[in-house]
Structure formats: structure tokens, C-alpha cells
């Protein structure tokens, strides 16, 4: 059974302040991806890293994906209130497209 | 309008009660799953079909069954509902090359 667990589970973090969110999975992939959820709405797609090594950015936040450590981390620079939201990431099994998400990371960031 | 959009979006309903989810997406993805949201949990899929005449078991499908009617509409039914099968449900699609899911507004479920 694949397994994707993230730390921390809840950040709470002041503004202007530097943090990594981590995830990692029990078995081979070929592709992570980070969403973004507000309270009360539906998922967003964030970042999708397709190969070992990948790194993607987009203002504040910057995913990278190492795929022989099974890890994959999701940066935040200089947090605003903004990205106060939860932060789920998900691997898909090569062999049948399933995805397999991650508890969450639920960040506040506090002004 | 939203690309995919599920109906209801709140539902009450009571033990051993038959319910039907729907969703229906305008993306032209062929692939589209179900996931049931719980505190805690992350999400879980349920079903996932991959086109018309493919329909697979997820992770959690006991207790669940799935109609994909033509390749914009995907259908969950509680057979008998039970008050653990209250959740917030997640219908996503994706394309065969990215991967990349997205995701209907969500309905929120209450079994008593």
C-alpha cells in the first residue's frame, strides 16, 4: 500500500518568515503534485514535477521533487497572510494513474 | 461557468437511505475520479474511470458504487447510506498526459 505522509501537519508561521513543508512516499513514482485547498472551496493544482530533480516556482513558493529519497518539498519565502491555507501533496502510481494524497498541511500565517 | 460541477452541493440524508451524487465536467478529459474528504485523512479515492467502459475500484469502494453515463458525467451512489459515510466528496478529472486533477466545487454529505 502506498503511503504519502507530510510534516508538519499544522504551521502556524508569522509573516515575513521562511519554512519547508515535506513530503514523503512509501514507493516508486513517476510524478508529484501540490494543491492548494481554502477553507470551505475545492483543491487547486499548484505544481506539477514530473522528473527527478524538478523544480518549479511560482511567487512565494517552490517545489522540488527527489525521486530516490521519495521526498519532495514545498518551500515558502517571505510568507504572507495570503497563503494561509491547507497544502495537500499527491503521488500517481505509473502503472494505473491512482493518486495518493497526503493528510494535509494545514499553515496559518499570522500577521 | 466552472469546468466541473457537482450536484448537490449539501445533502442530508438518513441511514439506509439510497443517494446519488453527480458530476459533470466540460474539460473533454477522459479520466474522472471520486474522493471523499475526511478531517484528518486527506483525501481517499473511491472510484476512478479512465473512459466510458473502464471503471475501477479505488482505495475505499465498499459501500459505494459508480455510473460513468457518457464521458462528461460520472455518478456515485450510496447504496445505503451510513452516518461513516458522511464526508465532503470530491469529483476530479484529469488529462491522460500531465496528470494534473481538477477538481469540482465538492459535495457536502450528513448521514443521521
Known amino acids: 500500500e502506498l503511503k504519502v505522509e507530510q510534516n508538519p501537519l499544522f504551521l502556524s508561521m508569522q509573516e515575513g518568515k521562511n519554512y519547508t513543508i515535506y513530503c514523503n512516499y512509501s514507493t516508486t513514482s513517476d510524478r508529484l503534485y501540490w494543491y492548494r485547498q481554502d477553507p470551505g472551496k475545492s483543491l487547486e493544482s499548484l505544481f506539477v514535477?514530473?522528473?527527478?530533480?524538478a523544480v518549479k516556482q511560482e511567487g512565494r513558493l517552490m517545489a522540488s521533487l527527489d525521486t530516490k529519497a521519495r521526498l519532495s518539498t514545498l518551500h515558502i519565502t517571505a510568507a504572507v497572510h495570503d497563503l494561509s491555507a491547507t497544502y495537500f501533496c499527491?503521488?500517481?502510481?505509473?502503472?494505473?494513474?491512482?493518486?495518493?494524497f497526503g493528510t494535509g498541511t494545514s499553515l496559518t500565517v499570522i500577521p | 461557468d466552472a469546468d466541473v460541477t457537482q450536484t448537490p452541493r449539501n445533502r442530508i440524508t438518513k441511514t439506509g437511505k439510497r443517494i446519488m451524487l453527480e458530476c459533470s465536467q466540460t474539460?473533454?478529459?477522459?479520466?474522472m475520479y471520486w474522493y471523499r474528504q475526511d478531517p484528518g485523512l486527506g483525501l481517499r479515492l473511491i472510484y476512478y474511470?479512465?473512459?466510458?467502459?473502464d471503471i475501477n475500484k479505488g482505495e475505499i469502494s465498499d459501500g459505494y458504487s459508480v455510473s460513468r453515463q457518457a464521458q462528461a458525467k460520472f455518478s456515485l451512489s450510496l447504496e445505503s447510506a451510513i452516518p461513516n459515510q458522511t464526508a465532503l466528496y470530491f469529483c476530479?478529472?484529469?488529462?491522460w498526459g500531465r496528470g494534473t486533477q481538477y477538481f469540482g466545487p465538492g459535495t457536502r454529505l450528513l448521514v443521521l
Open positions: 474511470s479512465f473512459d466510458v467502459k
Open positions: 499527491a503521488v500517481d502510481i505509473a502503472t494505473g494513474n491512482q493518486f495518493y
Open positions: 476530479a478529472t484529469s488529462d
Open positions: 514535477l514530473l522528473s527527478n530533480g
Open positions: 474539460k473533454g478529459h477522459d479520466r
